[in-house]
């Protein structure tokens, strides 16, 4: 009987789900909470996801046997645009689109056989999810933590909607090539700066998490400590007799050659209302979109106001005041002074426009003259901790760090009382609303009498209308005949609803909390999220190492405070691990204009094409549809089955490492499992014990465990081909060969569950392997029966042997004079002296 996954593994997927053994359940055993990042419903699965699952599917399987009650869940994070696009493209409902995507990618995850629960699995575009998101924005609302304010948001006057930064591509928006435009809209907000702080401490405890992504948030956050001060302006319209800035580097204070407005400033709006050419610069400011990084890029452009200010060190030194498309108008106070010799966009701009670049500091030891030059050419910008000389310092000492030199310089500002020293973060609230149908809306209504009201929660859900269409660009839900039309739960008079819906990081910043619980009739149960919570292992990609944590982090605190979930699930996720991606070659050619055509892996054999044309080989490039270098997993699961797939993504390479798929690791794969069905298959009924191979088995106990538990999955591979290979050389038989499959097969099981159940069985295991508890190694199996003992020869250590503890000292003797280093320095002659202290080292004397 051959190894025929085809068969086999669909028969054991059935009698796990008959046994409903994935199912988790509340009990008295340990819990144990292991999630991977949920996917988008795009159409189909892709080796990425195989990758993700599998890690999470092994971590759920170990911990299963190990006594835990394990939930394990999947859903799908289902809003979004791509929905939109296709109805827009293809005709047809994004409803219709998602769950039609939804049930074929199901069906290519369940044959991979993951220990999921399949009964808790939800869509976020679920009616029932959409209804207790709402309650859950209700209840924020009321406690303070959503509000409304106006802000900046890109606008693309094509598509007639607004745009997340991500979809401004070179400032035009990505559907439609139009130039995106700055425009201000009321949205609402949840207040996530409101605990910049307590998300920025919380780093330091969560130690399951990578370093990496800690510090990634930490800067995200941007806590920085500066001075706040205003300048007194000399001629500015009335009402603007001062100007507030913030600056982290107030030593360079002397070194100011400018003061610069965002073109969102009040006094440009206000110089705007009566200048065209104000009004014509800021207007093109506008065109720049709200990106930080398009901000940061866009050429610096600036606008002489003619106004001026006086220094806050010398009255009689005036500076003038420019409007600059690089000051962000919600970051400090949205304004700056510039100081060109020691910051690089001052530098850009000053150079443009004429501006002094006077220095403040120069290398150490440098004159006036000398740090003048220096920063004539470029920025001179070290860091705060390096020792510089301050050539116009203004605080203390001429020699110090940039960091003493600005706390130095706060201490000047305060007790001369024209500034403070204060705190600001860079996170910024968290807009979430979005202009787009295929969201959850936002249960809001606009009353003529009461203003903005929160629907009653009896009336939630507010489900989004189908009868829409997406010939025309712009919001469906703006044009709707009658979906808007609501009645005031305050007055009861007429309202009209809320068209915005939300930004769909809010439903995946929640949905771990929602599996504890899936089809309760409040966002969670009490008992339910006390038990589960918190996820004691997250899996997922980089890419989400900032926003969607975040979000989710600050999410969890909310949910603490409406008391959705207890105290301790503040910090949702213990654990962290973020893995690699999967990789493929690239296979080109190039037209006759040169161009590059690619090629499918299927296409390509021995490096060249059917027709024996040679392709160029890029390695190791993530897999990508327009780059032709992906695989299948469907395909990959027809032909070799699910655990030969599973196996190679957790063999070839450390899971945070990104693994290269090749079809030569794939059939290796498949030949180790074909290799260990006939291992079982073809296992002699009698024949001798073999101490040595039931020792090598106990040790495989304890690495692959050490292996699993520190996510170190390749080596617990590499781990069951060495006792694989073990087991194939020894002359076991009968139950001491049968003892060490069952315990191969145990081992196997969280990694490639269904030929663990053949080998099981075939091994003459009782029940299922998926509920054979976790195997202990005997430590007296482990103790090691060899020793190293160090060779000296003429008193220095040169080499060393490995023996059998009980070996006696002539084999030794023998063994030492067999060794190649000792033969070496003896060159042929026999040595003077030769001890042995058993146990302990060997002298050679030569
Ligand atoms: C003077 C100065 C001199 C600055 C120098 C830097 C270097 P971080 O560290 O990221 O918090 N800044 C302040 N508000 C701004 C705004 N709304 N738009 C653009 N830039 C703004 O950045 C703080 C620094 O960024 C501040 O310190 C300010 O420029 C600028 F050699 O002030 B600095
Ligand atoms: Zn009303």
Known sequence: ?????????????????????????????????????????????????????????????????????VLHPMGWDAFGMPAENAAMEQGGHPRDWTYANIATMKDQLKPLGLSIDWTREFATCDDDYVAQQQALFLDFLEAGLITRKSAQVNWDPVDMTVLANEQVIDGKGWRSGAAVERKELTQWFFRISDYSEELLEALDNLNGWPDKVRLMQANWIGKSRGLQFRFETVDAPEGFDRIEVYTTRPDTLLGASFVALSPDHPLVKHLAASDPKVEAFTEECRRIGTTEEAIETAPKMGYDTGLTVRHPLDPDWHLPIWIANFVLMDYGTGAIFGSPGHDERDHEFATKYGLAIPATFGERGMSLDQADALVAKAAYTPLKSDTVTYVRGFAGEADQTGDAAVTAAIAVAEAQGWGEGVTKFRLRDWGISRQRYWGCPIPVVHCEKCGTVPEAKANLPVLLPLDVSFDVPGNPLDRHPTWRQATCPVCGGPATRETDTMDTFVDSSWYYARFTAPHAATPTVRADADYWMNVDQYIGGIEHAILHLLYSRF??????????????????????????????????????????????????TDGKLADGTPVEIIPSAKMSKSKKNVVDPVNIVANFGADTARWFMLSDSPPERDVEWTAAGAEAANKFLARVWRLADEAPADGIDDPDLTRAAHRAIADVTKAIEGFAFNKAVAKL???????????????????????????LAPMVPHLAEDVWAMAGGKGMVVDAPWPKADPAMLEDDSVTLPIQINGKRRAEITVPKDMPKDQIEAMVMADEIVQRFLEGATPKKLIVVPGRIVNVVA
């Open 1 to 69: 009987m051959p190894y025929d996954p085809a068969s086999s593994e669909p028969l054991w997927r059935k009698a796990w789900e008959d046994a409903g053994t994935f199912l988790a359940v509340r009990d008295e055993r340990p819990k144990y909470y292991v999630l991977e990042m949920f996917p988008y419903p795009s159409g189909r699965i892709h080796m990425g996801h195989v990758r993700n699952y599998t890690m999470g599917d092994v971590v759920a399987r170990f911990k299963r046997a190990q006594g835990f009650s």
């Open 555 to 604: 999410f969890a605190r909310a949910m603490v405070k409406t008391g959705h979930l207890p105290e301790a699930a503040k910090e949702p996720f213990d654990a962290l691990f973020t893995q690699g991606m999967v990789t493929h070659e690239i296979y080109m050619t190039r037209d006759d204009k040169g161009r590059p055509v690619y090629h499918l892996p299927e296409d390509v």
């Open 721 to 747: 081909y060495e006792l694989a290979n073990a087991t194939a050389k020894s002359s076991a038989g009968g139950e001491s060969r049968r003892a060490v499959l069952r315990i191969m097969a145990q081992l």
